[in-house]
């Protein structure tokens, strides 16, 4: 059974950094991307960034290009999110989810964590 578990959120000032990681494990093939979401109060679920966690291959939303990066340790099976630059804008519950494909959209994800709370403050 796959289990996500995120960690790492916190309140911060606008232009903090902070480091959100996503524990997993029970991963098998469909499972080969991992990616993280967020959800603002209000809104939609929004796709962050995405890794395939073969060939470590990233992809981003627009929000999220020059400011977050995705990494992953296999060793720990465990991927990050990096950000930087916070915003306002950013205060959201992280999600990270897991998936066969390298999607962006939630629609398509099996496996989810509970999520972790960021907020930015102005």
């Known amino acids: 059974q796959v289990q996500l578990v995120e960690s790492g959120g916190d309140s911060v000032q606008a232009g903090g950094s902070l480091r959100l990681s996503c524990a997993g494990s029970?991963?098998?093939?469909?499972?080969?991307?991992r990616a993280w979401f967020r959800r603002a109060p209000g809104k939609e679920r929004e796709g962050i960034a995405v890794?395939?966690?073969?060939?470590?291959?990233?992809t981003y939303a627009d929000s999220a290009k020059g400011r977050f990066t995705i990494s992953q340790d296999n060793a720990k099976n465990t991927v990050y999110l990096q950000m930087n630059s916070l915003e306002p804008e950013d205060t959201a519950m992280y999600y990270c989810?897991?998936?066969?494909?390298?999607?962006?959209?939630?629609?398509?994800?099996?496996?989810w964590g509970q999520g972790t709370q960021v907020a930015v403050s102005s």
């Open positions: 029970g991963f098998t093939s469909s499972t080969v991307c």
């Open positions: 890794i395939h966690t073969g060939s470590g291959s990233p």
């Open positions: 989810a897991a998936n066969r494909w390298c999607t962006l959209r939630p629609e398509f994800y099996d496996y």
